[in-house]
């Protein structure tokens, strides 16, 4: 995990050398590099490494069961809650594939830019054997598409790059080598808004959808007791 804040932007960017599984530690790590950006005020750029963006929680953790996998769900949809509200813009540079809880992160940032690939990009999670938490399923109706909410979510379409702006997963998306810099674009863009506006019109807008989640994430960790 790398993070490094300039000119106002703060580009948060996730390698773990092989396909950036959300564990306790990048999740851990991921809310350490939002509180910097935080502390300084900076729009943030989250970004994975090329060919993939995140496969999504650590499969070992979350089938093993247990204490471990009930706090590993609630610290990645409390991260997910965290980036909804964020007091500044949340861009995502989508390097690659995204699924399941990574499908739930591009849904929570403000603007997201997906590589042109054959790339997979969706909630996996019906497919491989897990009921969809309630936390991603109120997370999924803020922002998906009404015409792709139940494919997605209850049968567990997977898109390619194009097909995720249709679906809401993405807001566009550009050649894999301009993604760095068109990402950059349009963070710069945003940080040029006024931010304490922003802050307040994002949860103006988005109270109804964050009360729903914190409700959803409560009966999540509760039924995992």
Same mark, same amino acid.
């Given at each position: 995990m790398e993070c490094t804040i300039e000119d106002g932007i703060a580009t948060i960017a996730?390698?773990?050398?092989?396909?950036?599984? &959300?564990?306790p530690a990048m999740l851990? !790590? &991921?809310g350490e590099a939002l509180d910097e950006a935080a502390g300084a005020g900076a729009v943030v750029v989250l970004a994975g490494r090329d060919g993939v963006f995140s496969a999504g929680f650590d499969l070992k953790v979350l089938t093993g069961g247990g204490e471990a996998a009930r706090a590993m769900l609630r610290q990645g949809f409390e991260l997910a809650h965290r980036?909804?509200?964020?007091?500044t813009p949340v861009v995502v540079a989508c390097s690659g594939h995204a699924l399941a809880m990574a499908s739930f992160l591009l849904l929570s940032a403000d603007y997201r830019l997906g590589a042109d690939g054959p790339f997979k990009i969706g909630a996996n999670e019906v497919a491989i054997g897990f009921p969809v938490p309630r936390a991603a399923i109120e997370i999924c109706r803020q922002r998906l598409a009404t015409a792709h909410f139940s494919r997605a979510v209850v049968s567990a379409e997977i898109y390619s790059p194009e097909g995720a702006v249709t679906a809401g997963f993405l807001d566009e998306v550009v050649a894999a080598g301009a993604l760095a810099e068109a990402s950059a674009a349009v963070a710069g863009? &945003? !940080?040029?808004?006024? &931010?304490? !506006?922003h802050a307040r019109t994002k949860l103006a807008a988005r109270g109804p959808a964050l009360d729903a989640l914190r409700a959803a994430i409560e009966e999540d960790d509760a039924a995992l007791a």
């Open positions: 996730m390698d773990d050398g092989k396909v950036n599984v &959300l564990s851990t !790590a &991921l980036m909804l509200s964020f007091p863009r &945003l !940080a040029q808004l006024d &931010l304490r !506006a």
